[in-house]
């Protein structure tokens, strides 16, 4: 079996870790949980320092557990927030653990008759005959009220930093949650409970429960909670987090992602974010050393993640399609991408709609004279511009006397025309 620890710890992954964890998983085969918040009905790339923990924990021949927090998203975790969130239905919560569980599977094995085959677990199925009383009574004596005010979490929202407070229900979570833990100890055997640095009060609520209740060992590991070098928060853009849902975030974005990610950033994401080797890892970071502007890091981190979460065929339209936006493609290249990967490609580039009577005229009239003023505001400007080599159609340079008829529409519906290096529009054409 492999040293798991030491695996984490060479990939950067290590922030705190129990003392006892690394002998405890010596011992033979452990079984580890980390906790999937499902306020969604897709994983975000933030949640895959957790996926890969378990990703590397099952490869160490550890047996890992997905829990999907059905009872504790109904509470909302105050660890890191400012303000309580919004609670979930059951409906909601049962449609975001399929979702979930469907891209988990694509990082775990769950079919494996091996000992250490992934599970996927819901607190919400051990937690909804759970009564109040009951609760408090079994559970609640065991950890004192001291206990949980000390735990940073509580401290912060309590000591005056937040005017909104905590309420009641937040307060419980590291219960509800340090429940989990001793449920999955007394079921399943699990010893161990991992997630992010944040977590570690929570966690910790966990393994001194099992001790008071169950009087048994439990452990502990935290990895660092991912930042960006320029102080930014990693896995948002512009439009928002970067999800594994191709329908939330498409596989030519998500892949561009990771393809510009900064060379300080991508040194610490190559060894989370896949499952390259130390050695593998090292020879790339020599080659980038050595020419930087080719950006094998980048490429290397953007391949392995876009082929696990997507699939190669969903990688290579994405390379092709970057292919095609930074100039290097043939018109063939641009003819054979879909309609939706083009709309993904050049979403926000300026687009107008034609007639099929607008491109019965010349490409001056139509660009120079036409469209608004999109692409040029002369046809003297058009000219110029089309004479010195300029302009180009569907990725063929054209000439002032063509006409927009010459050119093979793009999914039958559309012109790509791109003025310099870099502006590109969008024509479409209304039939």
Not at 126 to 137: A, G, P, V, Y
Not at 238 to 264: H, I, M, R
Request: proline residues 3%; glycine residues 8%.
């Amino acid at each position: 079996m492999k040293n798991f620890i030491e695996e984490l710890r060479w990939r950067g992954m290590i922030h705190d870790v129990m003392p006892g964890t690394e002998d405890m998983l010596k011992q033979g085969v452990a079984t580890a949980y980390v906790g999937i918040d499902p306020t969604a009905d897709s994983l975000h790339i933030g949640h895959l320092v957790g996926v890969m923990g378990l990703k590397h924990f099952q490869l160490a021949g550890h047996k890992p557990i997905a829990l999907v927090g059905g009872a504790t998203g109904m509470i909302g975790d105050p660890s890191g927030k400012s303000a309580e969130r919004n609670l979930l239905d059951e409906a909601t919560l049962r449609h975001n653990q399929d979702a979930i569980g469907q891209q988990l599977a694509k990082f775990l094995d769950f079919e494996s008759a091996a000992p250490n085959a992934a599970e996927i677990v819901n607190n919400y199925d051990w937690m909804k005959e759970f009564s109040f009383l009951d609760f408090i009574r079994d559970i609640g004596k065991h950890i004192t009220v001291n206990y949980m005010m000390s735990k940073d979490s509580v401290k912060k929202r309590i000591s005056g930093e937040e005017r909104e407070g905590m309420s009641f229900t937040e307060f419980t979570y590291q219960l509800v949650q340090g429940y989990d833990f001793l449920h999955l100890f007394q079921t399943k055997g699990c010893r161990l409970q991992m997630g992010g640095s944040d977590q570690w009060g929570n966690i910790t609520t966990g393994t001194e429960l099992i001790r008071r209740k169950a009087n048994g060992e439990a452990y502990a590991v935290t990895w660092p909670l991912i930042t960006k070098a320029d102080g930014g928060k990693f896995g948002k853009t512009e439009s928002g987090n970067v999800w594994l849902d191709p329908a939330k975030t498409s596989p030519y974005a998500f892949y561009q992602f990771w393809l510009n990610c900064s060379d300080d950033d991508t040194k610490k994401y190559i060894r989370i974010f896949t499952l390259l080797s130390q050695e593998e890892i090292e020879a790339l970071e020599a080659e980038h050393a050595a020419a930087p502007h080719t950006r094998p890091l980048q490429k290397a981190l953007a391949k392995d993640i876009t082929v696990r979460v997507h699939s190669l065929a969903e990688y290579e339209a994405a390379v092709q399609a970057s292919d095609i936006l930074f100039g290097k493609a043939t018109t063939e290249a641009l003819a054979q991408i879909d309609e939706k990967m083009l709309l993904t490609v050049f979403e926000g580039v300026p687009q107008a709609s034609v007639s099929p009577e607008d491109l019965a005229t010349d490409v001056v009239s139509l660009l120079g004279a036409g469209l608004d003023g999109l692409v040029f505001k002369s046809k003297g400007e058009a000219r110029k511009m089309i004479a010195a080599g300029g302009v180009s159609i569907n990725k063929v340079k054209i000439a002032e006397q063509q006409l927009g008829t010459d050119f093979a529409l793009l999914q039958n519906k559309y012109l790509l025309v791109q003025k310099g290096k870099k502006d590109y529009f969008l024509l479409k054409i209304e039939q």
